[in-house]
């Protein structure tokens, strides 16, 4: 690796699965097991066997690559972001022999938290692939502490916006998802398929893969990116391929013939 650098505790304890946890304020550190490589215009970034899952916000957690670990050149882009609880963060462009990221790492090469001092975060969306091990993971790295269960049901859900049934289904399958509500997947033969038009809107999610969307059409209004489908999702999600779902937060669902309160998520 070649870096340049032009500027010059906390109580431990083991946890689950023997990793190192650190708490100071909203952040967490602990080193994870898994083989991490990041590739930028087909070269390597950083290979490392010793990440630390660092959570930055509470929703999930962002890979920090040990100093030593990282392959590619990684140059002062000239300005430094404060972090409130990780200190300043010198900026760097990653460079390989093919490609240049201009601002794409990060390093707190003097911050409070003497566990991030020789580490350097790469920012996600400027690196070309992440892998864990030898798979690809998408958005960002999975928490360890986040699961993911499909269950087959036979409960009687129904889904209503306006007055109007938009699905009416005794064979969903829910989805289970740590700090999301359950969420209802139907077949399309229960759904009121003409009452939706395809959206050109994506999302990538680590654990079920990428959604594709159709917005709803009721009453003459138009209802954006109301529900979704995995026409691929990744193995753990495999049980939900090809069925649709609505964002609970965002339409009346009635479950057993009890209306379901609306929950409060960044979905909202």
Known sequence: ????????????????????????????????????????GGELVADTGKPRLVWEVPYYPAYYIPVEDV?????PAGRVERSPSRGDGEVFDVKTARATAEGGALRYAD???????????????AMDEWLEEDEPVYVHPRDPYSRVDVLSSSRHVKVVLDGVTLADSTQPRILFETG??????????DVRTDLL?????????PYKGTATYWS????????????????????????????ACFYNERVDLHVDGELLERPKTPFS
Not at 20 to 26: K, L, N, P
Not at 71 to 75: D, I, M, N, V
Not at 180 to 189: G, H, M, V
Request: hydrophobic letters at 30%; charged letters at 35%.
């Open 216 to 243: 709803a059409e009721v009453n003459g209004k138009v209802y954006p990116d109301l529900v979704w489908t995995y026409r691929s999702p990744l193995p753990e999600s495999q049980k939900v391929i090809g069925l």
């Open 71 to 75: 392959k590619a050149e990684l140059t």
């Open 111 to 125: 911050s409070p938290f003497e566990e991030l001092r020789e580490l350097v975060r790469f920012d996600w969306n």
């Open 197 to 205: 038009r395809p959206s050109d809107t994506q999302t990538r999610c």
């Open 1 to 40: 690796m070649i870096i340049q650098v032009t500027g010059k505790g906390e109580r431990r304890h083991r946890v689950v699965r023997d990793m190192s946890e650190t708490r100071r304020g909203r952040v967490r550190v602990e080193e994870s097991a898994k083989r991490v490589r990041v590739y930028l």
């Open 180 to 189: 999301l509500p359950p969420r209802y997947y139907l077949p399309l033969t």
